[in-house]
């Protein structure tokens, strides 16, 4: 371990200098403010790889929070735990068997498994054992095969009551005996899994791997036979939009096991602002198309919502299935919004997307 403290970060709102004082803990300054003096302390949990996790303890300065878990790695901060939020997540890998044209986090070659591997255990080794919810992602996180079952069987010792989200492209699962090692585990485990279309060749296209559709579906039905909890998530492109009702449909006759269908607004970044030209397309020009495969799969008693879609892109019919779903770093209102009657429940618009619709428009109600 090295202690070359004082780390100034700027990896956090406001900037923060961090003194070491002796051999657990480094003090908290507010660079901001008139009079240095330590607003919090931080405690050293865990050691990893010449690099350390951090606990804030204490004091609180701006946006930490008791609790919070940092890791401090070549004088940079980063936030890897927030107390008290549900958005907590552990990134498995930057690696996908899949390639999908909207892509936010573009998948690389490198083999980064062992390393966020132990990072991740040595991570939750010190998450606190209230931990009630956590998501993991990626990357394609099966791509751990087994190791992912003891990623999961870490948190669930933790706390067994904990609920984890798992985002999947679903493909791992075509094999069932693979599959039903993890049904010891669904009681806590939901799986995220995206499907493009119905029909295979919009979805294939989409992920620009042509085995994945079959790999997907197939994926679905065992992890639908060892009774696992399975979010279906449509992400809405130009390329799939017409065909949303005939996915619905194709939803509600085969695959009606599923606890939860989120249709989805695309966040313009990553891979999708290379292929914006195939991909762009504002959520007014599909609103007839949503409004039809949503009220088709509620119809059918289905759990559907939409998520990422501000309230004036849709359909007044929708509005009950609108989801504020944008993570609370991301979120972003325009000018307009101010005069918005919807401002306090809708879920605004990704703050990190290259291009926004030009049909904002703030919906007034006469009182
Ligand atoms: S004007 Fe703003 S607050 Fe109102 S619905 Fe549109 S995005 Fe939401």
């Known amino acids: 371990m090295q202690n070359t403290i004082p780390i100034i970060s700027t990896n956090i709102e406001g900037s923060f200098l961090l003194e070491f004082k002796g051999q657990q803990n480094w003090f908290g300054y507010n660079l901001n403010s008139s009079i240095p003096r330590p607003e919090c302390v931080l405690v050293s949990d865990s050691e990893y790889s010449n690099s350390l996790f951090v606990r804030v303890k204490d004091l609180q300065l701006n946006e930490l929070t008791i609790g919070d878990i940092y890791f401090i790695s070549r004088s940079n901060l980063r936030l890897v735990y927030k107390e008290g939020s549900h958005e907590n997540v552990l990134f498995l890998t930057n690696q996908c068997n899949n390639h999908c044209l909207m892509c936010s986090q573009p998948p690389s070659e490198k083999d980064d498994i062992p390393f966020f591997f132990h990072f991740n255990k040595t991570l939750i080794g010190i998450l606190p054992n209230h931990i009630q919810n956590i998501g993991i992602t990626g990357g394609e996180p099966t791509l751990y095969g087994d190791k992912l079952l003891e990623i999961i069987e870490v948190l669930v010792n933790k706390n067994p009551d904990i609920k984890i989200h798992i985002l999947t492209n679903g493909r791992y699962f075509n094999n069932f005996e693979k599959t039903q090692l993890f049904q010891k585990y669904s009681g806590q485990l939901t799986w995220g899994i995206p499907i493009h279309s119905d029909f295979y060749g919009i979805h294939d296209e989409i992920t620009d791997n042509d085995s994945s559709y079959f790999d997907t579906l197939q994926g679905i039905y065992n992890l639908g036979r060892i009774g696992s909890s399975i979010e279906l998530r449509i992400v809405i492109n130009r390329i799939n939009f017409s065909r949303l009702f005939e996915l619905s449909e194709f939803i ?114 006469e009182a």
């Open 252 to 365: 509600y006759k085969n695959m009606p096991f599923v606890r939860h269908v989120a249709f989805m607004g695309m966040e313009y970044f990553g891979l999708a602002v290379k292929n914006h030209q195939r991909l762009l397309i504002d959520p007014i020009d599909y609103a007839d198309d949503l409004e039809r495969a949503v009220i088709n799969l509620a119809t059918w008693k289905m759990n559907v919502s939409i998520y990422n879609i501000p309230f004036c892109l849709l359909r007044p019919s929708l509005y009950e299935f609108s989801r504020k779903s944008i993570s609370s770093w991301k979120i972003v209102y325009s000018q307009e919004c101010s005069f918005c009657s919807m401002r306090q429940v809708c879920g605004g618009m990704f703050g990190t997307s290259k291009f926004q619709s030009e049909n904002i428009k703030a919906i007034k109600y």
